[in-house]
């Protein structure tokens, strides 16, 4: 299995790359002719992948399809796209619906990502070393359902909506998510280390939210319980603790528990410490 490697020849400057089917999975078989052949949209027209990216192979003994990329990426949208196995890496910054859609596999970007970051993602691991912009982890337009499944990792801080209508899988922020974050959950897990925007947790139904920062101005709809729930944080504090960073020593001792939202008809939870 060959391993290749993709390096920007000039930024795209104003015009938008989408490289939707561009996954290890798809370039790894080939070589680097019949890799440069492959047609992406560069703007509103179609050109040879070789076109826009200098593609080398780097090993040819590879154990998993292997996909890196190397140059200003901020605008090149669509990376891992329905990516479904292998290992893509990304050194630099990325645009829009990076991970979109993805069903397995690891996307590893060191920089930061734009908007619909790993937006109805259904399984994999991806990991943003930088920030994040508005609606990671959430649903596409017209959709019912963000974030399915897999494990996300922002390493900075999200925009707005981070977990819009997510309904399973597990998201976690090392820094701060702005407004909304968690609005119209259905299931799942979501863990911020940082502060919260406004409005966490809107229209909650299901799920959990975990908050290591400050305490969260959740909205009065949520309700404190009086339950005992030191058991089920021991097992989801050792789940959050593969993060790494701040989530792998949270506390011993059980966080406050907050029901809702309760305009909604929600059984939702936030967890938060004193």
């Not at 989408?18 to 290890?24: E, I, K, Y």
């Not at 990076?98 to 930061?112: F, H, P, Q």
């Not at 963000?146 to 909506?161: L, Y």
């Not at 058991?231 to 989801?236: I, M, P």
């Amino acid at each position: 299995m060959n391993a290749l490697r993709l390096r920007l020849r000039i930024p795209p400057g104003g015009i938008r790359v989408d490289l939707r089917g561009v996954t290890p999975a798809t370039l790894c078989g080939l070589d680097e002719r019949a890799a440069g052949a492959l047609q992406i949209a560069h703007g509103n027209r179609l050109v040879e992948l070789g076109d826009i990216f200098e593609i080398a192979v780097e090993r040819r003994d590879a154990e998993a399809p292997t996909l890196m990329l190397e140059g200003d990426l901020r605008g090149v949208d669509r990376i891992g796209w329905r990516m479904a196995e292998g290992v893509l890496t990304v050194q630099g910054d990325v645009g829009d619906y990076a991970g979109c859609g993805m069903r397995g596999g690891d996307l590893l970007i060191a920089g930061s990502a734009g908007d619909f970051t790993a937006a109805e993602m259904a399984g994999g691991r991806l990991r943003v070393g930088g920030d994040c912009r508005d609606f990671a982890a959430a649903s596409l337009p017209g959709s019912m359902d963000g974030m399915r499944g897999g494990r996300f990792v922002v390493h900075g801080n999200a925009g707005e909506r981070f977990g819009d209508r997510m309904r399973r899988g597990t998201a976690l922020v090392f820094g701060n998510t702005g407004d909304y974050a968690a609005s119209r959950m259905v299931a799942g897990t979501l863990a911020i280390a940082g502060a919260c925007g406004k409005y966490l947790a809107y229209g909650m139904r299901r799920g959990t939210v975990v908050c290591l920062g400050p305490r969260p101005k959740a909205s009065s709809t949520f309700a404190p319980t009086g339950h005992d729930i030191r058991v089920y944080w021991t097992l989801l504090r050792r789940h959050l603790a593969d993060g790494g960073g701040q989530f792998a020593d949270l506390p011993a001792a059980a966080p406050n528990r907050f029901v809702g939202d309760l305009a909604a008809d929600g059984k939702g939870e936030l967890l938060w410490f004193d």
